[in-house]
């Protein structure tokens, strides 16, 4: 069988679930998205290991405590909510919005995401009443089938169709361009590459942009608290997530105050240009990332690097100097490493954040540690990004929690900046279309020419 008529089986069979499942209610729908949720909550701790043994990268712990999280923010988001049939009666235009289904999805997953983006997209797909095909990456197929496997079984009794949530067992980057150009809407949460193939697949697509997020200390702030949360995000699963911050931007006069309470949070600050270089050398070998240490603990990147730091170091800092592309340290780094520099004025810091931005990385976060909303709407108004959190750990804060307002998510959209159609974190709500019943509205009236023109 060749892999065109592979993938065109799969999708034969996806839309031949999804023509029965699109006749369910919102209650059968919300049962299954349930259901996949609770499964694989229950199941957090196995499909982590699974994800370390097959991936060996990130951490234990953060990923059981990722799996876990996601599952229950997933659900408490949608639920009760309407994805179904009438979604909302506007009388006073006249306007009926009623939801559809898109038929079958095709999901472009990551290493870096094992469980959490298949099941997002799993649980959208079934809270909207569409089929899935997910492409999971070739080091984490193990991971992804299994996931799979669980949902599969937790929704069978419940009615679902055969083949309504698939898996590409053996997935290679041929077959996953060929899903995203055989379904009939694509999710892509990858690299580059993968996302710009999307966008060409012929079919409406969602993209993830690159992250590289910058965080802008401001002055007069509680310093200790800061530190302790700028390193919970950079540790958090050693440094994999994309919305891990980045550049650390603080002012001069406090530089020094701050980077004790690194060290003192049992973080690594590296000064000295010799050994600043070694880590810029280690992490961006030919100017690009070096996939050997991606994931990896502190102390191994920095043994690998010929520096010696203590084996429980829970991140790892460097002092530079400049930014944007004279400086390799300025880019995305998907381990435990993090620039600092200091500035003279929020404006400086803005603009250094920008250009690291354009360099690499526009459209997806910035951390703001700052009380000044004067100050946080500056940096808004003039940081290319669609995500700023305020005063959090952006790891913890912009994929969305239980009590923000952000959609949680395993795929942030970057807008235009980062080649995206949205700049949204992907939700159910994109999965679905909504028609429109038009009304003439009771007591429309009409303006006059004079009314128009005034």
């Not at 909550?41 to 196995?46: P, R």
């Amino acid at each position: 069988m060749t892999d065109q008529e592979f993938v065109s089986s799969m999708v034969e069979k996806a839309r031949a679930a999804q023509r029965v499942f699109e006749t369910f209610s919102q209650e059968q729908c919300d049962a299954m998205a349930r259901a996949a949720a609770l499964i694989i909550y229950e199941h957090a701790e196995e499909l982590a290991r699974m994800d370390i043994e097959e991936s060996q990268m990130g951490n234990l712990e953060d990923k059981i405590v990722k799996n876990a999280s996601a599952a229950e923010k997933f659900w408490w988001h949608m639920k009760n909510k309407k994805s179904r049939g009438v979604l909302r009666r506007l009388d006073e235009i006249g306007i009926v919005e009623v939801a559809k289904p898109m038929g079958v999805i095709g999901t472009i997953t990551p290493v870096t995401s094992a469980v959490v983006s298949p099941l997002h997209g799993i649980m959208c797909c079934l809270k909207d009443g569409n089929a899935l095909i997910i492409a999971p990456h070739p080091r984490a197929k193990k991971t992804g089938k299994r996931t799979v496997e669980l949902v599969n079984e937790a929704i069978r009794p419940l009615g679902a169709p055969e083949n309504l949530i698939q898996v590409v067992e053996e997935p290679t980057i041929d077959i996953s361009k060929l899903v995203m150009s055989t379904v009939d809407v694509c999710i892509s949460t990858g690299g580059l590459g993968l996302v710009k193939t999307a966008y060409q697949s012929g079919k409406p697509a969602y993209g993830v942009g690159q992250g590289n997020v910058q965080c802008l200390v401001d002055r007069g702030q509680e310093l200790d608290e800061v530190a302790e949360m700028v390193i919970q995000a950079r540790e958090f699963e050693n440094g994999l997530p994309c919305s891990c911050e980045q550049f650390i931007h603080v002012p001069e006069e406090e530089l020094k105050d701050f980077t004790e309470k690194l060290i003192a949070h049992n973080a690594y600050y590296i000064t000295d240009p010799v050994e600043v270089g070694k880590i810029r050398k280690i992490s961006f070998p030919d100017g690009t990332l070096n996939k050997d240490i991606v994931g990896k603990k502190p102390y191994e990147i920095a043994k690998a690097a010929g520096v010696t730091i203590p084996d429980d170091t829970r991140a790892l800092y460097v002092l530079v100097e400049k930014y944007g592309k004279d400086e390799l340290l300025a880019k995305e780094k998907l381990f435990p490493v993090a620039a600092v520099r200091a500035y003279k004025t929020w404006e400086e810091a803005v603009d250094a954040a920008e250009e690291n931005l354009c360099m690499e990385g526009a459209g997806h976060s910035t951390a703001i540690h700052s009380n000044d909303k004067e100050r946080i709407e500056y940096a808004a108004e003039h940081i290319s990004v669609s995500r700023f959190a305020i005063n959090a750990p952006a790891t913890k804060c912009v994929g969305g929690t239980l009590t923000n307002g952000m959609a949680p998510t395993g795929t942030l959209g970057c807008g235009s900046w980062g080649n995206n159609s949205i700049s949204d974190n992907l939700d159910y709500k994109h999965l679905y279309n909504v028609a429109r019943i038009i009304y003439e509205p009771e007591n429309a009236v009409m303006p006059t020419h004079e009314e128009i023109w005034a």
